[in-house]
């Protein structure tokens, strides 16, 4: 089964600054996707970027990108000039891309999250 | 992308009693997935619900406390049975409306269930 790691429970950031969420996983699948999501107050989970296994460049949307190191089974995000609408709960999530018995193989399965503050 | 409403966004029950959620896609898709959230915590896959057939479920959870419904390709329940306090979670439907891969899922905007 797989498992996806994320070891800062908590992380803070001076507005229009840069942070790093940090995130591992663990598979022996070699084709799968990556993605990070954020849940803010609201507890919408909106889907900040994505990322497929078999692509070397690191996926960037606007101020989000990741560094994907498949190798070290790695995937941080990367927020750059930081705002306060940020500011929420980033959860990694991993997904198989040919999962045996498809149906609730093709689920996502989260890391813990790591609550990003954004301050002023 | 897919309009996911689920209802109730909140409730508050009593111990013993069972709630249903409802979760309706604007869209016809063929994953509807349930999750839950416990308090702090991150998501965990409850079950698959699978349109025509029973659901399939995560280990941990059983079909006597938490029965599903998918009656067609855009609406499912969720029954929350007999609840007891440690019930008291975020529930979560979400969808795949492009099935599979690298499509990320679409979640609705959970049902805070408090449980007393």
């Known amino acids: 089964a797989q498992t996806v790691t994320q070891s800062q429970p908590e992380m803070s950031v001076q507005e229009a600054e840069t942070v790093t969420l940090s995130c591992t996983y663990d598979t022996s699948e070699s084709d799968y996707y990556l993605f990070w999501y954020k849940q803010p107050p609201s507890r919408q989970m909106i889907l900040v970027i994505r990322q497929e296994a078999y692509k070397q460049q690191n996926a960037t949307e606007n101020r989000f990108s990741v560094n994907f190191q498949k190798a070290a089974k790695s995937f941080s995000l990367k927020i750059s000039d930081s705002q306060l609408g940020d500011a929420a709960m980033y959860f990694c999530a991993y997904r198989s891309a040919n999962p045996q018995g498809g149906g609730s193989n093709y689920k996502l399965t989260f890391g813990k999250g790591t609550l990003l503050t954004v301050n002023p | 992308s897919a309009v996911i409403s689920q209802k109730p966004s909140r409730d508050i029950c009593q111990r013993g009693t069972s709630l249903t959620i409802q979760c309706q896609v604007d869209s016809q898709v063929t994953m509807m997935f349930w999750y839950r959230q416990q308090p702090g915590q991150s998501l965990t896959l409850i079950a698959t619900?699978?349109?025509?057939?029973?659901?399939?479920?995560e280990s941990g959870f059983v079909i006597d406390k938490f029965p599903i419904s998918r009656p067609n390709l855009t609406f499912s329940t969720l029954t929350v049975s007999n609840m007891s306090p440690e019930d008291s979670s975020i529930y979560l439907c979400?969808?795949?409306?492009?099935?599979?891969?690298?499509?990320?899922?679409?979640f609705g905007n959970g049902t805070r269930l408090t449980v007393t």
């Open positions: 619900a699978n349109q025509g057939s029973e659901a399939t479920y």
């Open positions: 979400s969808v795949d409306p492009q099935g599979g891969g690298n499509s990320p899922l679409h």
